[in-house]
């Protein structure tokens, strides 16, 4: 509006930023309170119990996202306290209790949850392939969040990479087919400075890889994935099997820090679903970077899972953490790791040289095809022009070119005479002059004898 009407900046002086979410501070629950109770009095409402309104508070903290923020979105609070209050009618309940919150959040979340069934009946039917349980080399479980209209939900998704000799690099297969968007196909690059940085300092790194997110058919984007490619990648390579009854989110940097990523809440959720559709066994679990801890505020179901020790919830800081734990890895086997794996870039670096090294000697030894056609006699040497032109003379046996060869030979000696003549009567003169002559008369001669 400020570029647009020239008048906006005269009408409205003060520039003034609306924060999404506050400090849950106590002044800050106490203003909340009375808001409450504002509008249960506005709206007719029960009153709200004290497990009531700290239910919303732990709604508004996961609206913000944040374990110590409230979010300023009071509308969304106001609509779950309404939605509360009929349940609390239809029970015929005196007061707004947590009960009464609890059922209008689960109430909510079946409303939205249409197509996240839909994707978990396909996973639990084997239709889309994620494994909850063994090793395997190569694939790793990935955790994405879907966001349809207003609605946020996680899924995991089945994150693969191989490895061959080659020169293309790490190829990203999401990139390639226009799938990948700006910032995931960042993550990947950033994937590469790691593997560079790491293991390829003393040679090149030279290796055709690709990675992919299988059975994804959507736009992706974000780099929360560039965690679990890695470790892909390096399993691909390194041959070492990977723990798929644990998910993994985060992003990495160049140094293999783990990063924070959007979205722990919903992710984490999400592969406790299917995990819980499947049988949880107590071995299952998610890794997370550690600077998203703060930012837990999970459902009561996710939280005494893990307090019974069905489900489990990692904090890692670094890429090594995340590869012990989802590798089963010790101290010393995942040095010895780093450097088998660092002794394998370096083979797959000379096969490449080898193989560009033997390329020439190949072409040089290389015979001509048959083509079924007699060989071509060997070229004589080609006649100088002076021998064409002698070989090529015609013989003239007609009396009348005779007669003229005649006549220009009785020239030629008439002027002969005279030559020599002058160059007697000039020899005592100068020696210079003389032999000036006498090459001319040397040259006389020659001309008569080829006339």
């Not at 490619?229 to 293999?256: C, D, H, R, Y």
């Amino acid at each position: 509006m400020q570029d647009n009407d020239p008048e906006f900046c005269e009408l409205f002086r003060i520039l003034v930023y609306f924060d999404e979410q506050i400090d849950r501070a106590p002044d800050a629950i106490r203003h909340l309170a009375c808001l409450i109770k504002t509008r249960c009095e506005s709206e007719c409402f029960a009153p709200v119990t004290n497990e009531a309104f700290i239910e919303l508070i732990k709604f508004s903290s996961r609206l913000s996202g944040h374990q110590g923020k409230l979010s300023t979105q009071v509308g969304e609070v106001f609509e779950l306290l309404g939605e509360a209050d009929i349940i609390r009618s239809v029970q015929q309940e005196p007061t707004i209790d947590a009960r009464h919150v609890i059922e209008a959040l689960r109430e909510r979340e079946f409303r939205h949850s249409r197509i996240r069934n839909e994707m978990l009946r396909e996973v639990v039917d084997g239709q889309i392939i994620i494994n909850t349980d063994g090793f395997e080399i190569g694939g790793v479980n990935g955790l994405t969040v879907w966001e349809i209209g207003s609605t946020d939900f996680g899924t995991p998704a089945r994150i693969t990479a191989t490895g061959v000799p080659g020169s293309k690099g790490i190829v990203d297969i999401e990139r390639e087919s226009e799938l990948g968007l700006s910032i995931h196909s960042k993550g990947v690059l950033i994937l590469s400075g790691y593997i560079a940085h790491r293991y390829a300092t003393e040679f090149p790194l030279t290796i055709s890889a690709n990675i992919v997110m299988e059975q994804s058919y959507g736009f992706i984007d974000g780099d929360s994935a560039s965690l679990a490619e890695l470790v892909a990648l390096i399993s691909a390579v390194s041959k070492m099997p990977v723990n798929q009854s644990l998910a993994v989110t985060g992003s990495i940097n160049q140094f293999g820090e783990v990063q924070a990523i959007g979205g722990a809440n919903e992710k984490i959720e999400g592969f406790f679903g299917i995990c819980k559709a499947r049988g949880l066994t107590g071995s299952q679990g998610v890794i997370i970077p550690k600077a998203n801890q703060p930012h837990l505020m999970l459902k009561q179901s996710v939280i005494d899972a893990v307090n019974q020790g069905l489900f489990h919830i990692y904090v890692v800081e670094t890429v090594d953490q995340a590869i012990q734990v989802l590798c089963n890895q010790s101290d010393q086997q995942l040095e010895k790791m780093h450097q088998a794996l660092t002794e394998k870039l370096k083979e797959l670096h000379d096969m490449c040289e080898d193989s560009c090294d033997d390329e020439p000697h190949e072409e040089e030894n290389k015979l001509p095809e048959t083509t079924g056609q007699a060989p071509s006699e060997p070229k004589l040497p080609l006649p100088s022009p002076d021998e064409d032109k002698i070989k090529q003379e015609p013989v003239f046996a007609d009396k009348k070119v005779s007669n003229e060869a005649d006549g220009d030979r009785a020239v030629n000696d008439k002027h002969a005479k005279e030559n020599l003549t002058k160059s007697d009567a000039k020899a005592d003169n100068s020696v210079v002059k003389g032999d000036s002559t006498v090459s001319n008369s040397d040259s006389g001669k020659s001309e008569l004898g080829d006339g």
